[in-house]
Every structure is written in C-alpha cells, then in structure tokens.
C-alpha cells in the first residue's frame, strides 16, 4: 500500500502527462494530423500554441483538475470548476464524465455531455452538441476518433463506434457502427463500401430511444 505523499506524487505525474497529452493531441488535430506511429507529431511550440490559443484545451484542463479532484474527494473542486466552465465556455459536462485524451472541442458554445456518458480519445465537438440520456434509460458510449457535427444529439443507452461521422443536427438513438456515417432525425446510418462511398442503410429508429 502507497502512503499518501507517494499516492500524491503519482497522482500529480498522472495529471501532468495527461495535461501534455491533451496538448499534443489538440496540435496535432489542427494540423490534421492522425495519431500513430507513423505521425510525426507537433513540436513542442505547436503544443504550447494550441493549448494558449484553444478555449477547447482550458475545458479539457479543467475537466483534468476536476477528474483529480474527484479521485482525492476534495470538496467542491469539481462543482466550482464545472461553474466556471458552463459560466465561460457555455459548456456542461457532468460531475462524473471521464473523458479520453486530446478530446476537441471545436466551439465549446451549447455542448452539453451529461449522465454516465463516456467519451474516448480525440473525439471532436464541433459545438451545440449533446450527449446524454433520451429517457433516463442509459448513457452513450463514444468510441475514440468520432466526430460530431454541429447541432448533434447522441441520446440513450448507445454506442458510437471508432471514426464514426455523426452529421449536422442529427439525433442519433441507435447505435453507429465503427467508421459509419450517421445524419438526419432519427438519423439513418450510411455504412463505408469497400471502394469508399457510403450507402444508407436504414433508419436508427429501433426503440432504443
Ligand atoms: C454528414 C456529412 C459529414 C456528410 O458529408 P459527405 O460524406 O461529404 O456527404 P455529402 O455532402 O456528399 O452528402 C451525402 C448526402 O447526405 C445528405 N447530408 C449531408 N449532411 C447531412 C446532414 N447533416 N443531415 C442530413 N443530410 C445530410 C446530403 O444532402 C446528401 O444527400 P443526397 O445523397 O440525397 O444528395 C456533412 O454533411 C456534415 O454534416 N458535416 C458536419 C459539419 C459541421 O458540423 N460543421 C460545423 C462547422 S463549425
């Protein structure tokens, strides 16, 4: 068993890799770079730049001292820094949600991430989104690399799988295959063909709602 100073220490270690982490992700998303090995990756200038230049990266630095601040049970930290964030950047995001590494939120303005949702890395708001419960029937899950178009509500107990695209304004109540497309209300999903396109293939609309 840790002792609390070594329990601090690796928990403060853990804040500040993630903090690098977020800034790196970011710099590389506005360089429309993917992740991987074989991505470069963005200087450490770049990284700086991003993380003064994007209000995106002062929600995700606050989400980090909120999400440490939880795991040491200090009182109010999370409540305050979840005020401060809705109060700014008009952006919500519920007092348990983890989020996943270099997440972007493109506009933070409107977006609301709420309930038991789970959100993977380097997944991209483009703002007024939301994601949460359609009947308090459950939270989504949204894989890593999924992009969500302005105006877009991901509702219910769904899976939002790896790369998806959710469109402008859809409201997606189903889930979303790895890769897939998805627009509209309900949206409809438009699965990638082996030479690229995407076909529609039926409304979400399962009673999942
Ligand atoms: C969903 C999206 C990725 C589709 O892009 P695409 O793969 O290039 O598809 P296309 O533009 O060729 O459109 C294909 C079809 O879907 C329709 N469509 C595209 N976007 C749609 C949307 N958001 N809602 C409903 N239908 C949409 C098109 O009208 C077209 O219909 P058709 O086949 O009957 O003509 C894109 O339109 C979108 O919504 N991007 C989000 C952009 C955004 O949020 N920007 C915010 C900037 S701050």
Redesign the pocket.
């Given at each position: 068993m840790l002792d609390a100073p070594a329990a601090a220490t690796i928990s403060l270690m853990g804040l500040l890799r993630k903090i690098a982490a977020d800034a790196v992700e970011l710099a590389r998303a506005l360089r429309n770079e993917r992740p991987g090995p074989a991505a470069g990756g963005p200087s450490l200038k770049d990284a700086v730049r991003a993380a003064l230049t994007q209000d995106g990266y002062k929600v995700l630095l606050m989400s980090r001292v909120r999400e440490t601040a939880r795991r040491w049970h200090v009182p109010g930290v999370n409540h305050a820094l979840r005020l401060v964030t809705t109060v700014l950047y008009s952006i919500e995001i519920g007092n348990d949600i983890e989020l996943g590494e270099g997440i972007n939120f493109?506009?933070t303005l409107g977006t609301v991430i709420g309930g038991t949702s789970k959100v993977g890395s380097r997944v991209k708001f483009?703002?007024n989104n939301t994601i949460g419960t359609a009947k308090d029937n459950g939270c989504p899950v949204i894989e890593d690399d999924v992009v969500i178009?302005?105006g877009a509500r991901v509702l219910g107990p769904i899976r939002i799988g790896r790369g998806a695209?959710i469109?402008?304004?859809?409201v997606v109540l189903t889930d979303v295959p790895p890769g897939a497309?998805a627009?509209?209300i309900p949206a409809r999903i438009h699965e990638r063909g082996s030479n690229g396109t995407?076909a529609a293939s039926g409304s979400t609309t399962n009673g999942a709602d």
């Open positions: 493109t506009h483009m703002g178009g302005c695209f469109g402008a304004n859809a497309i627009t509209g995407y």
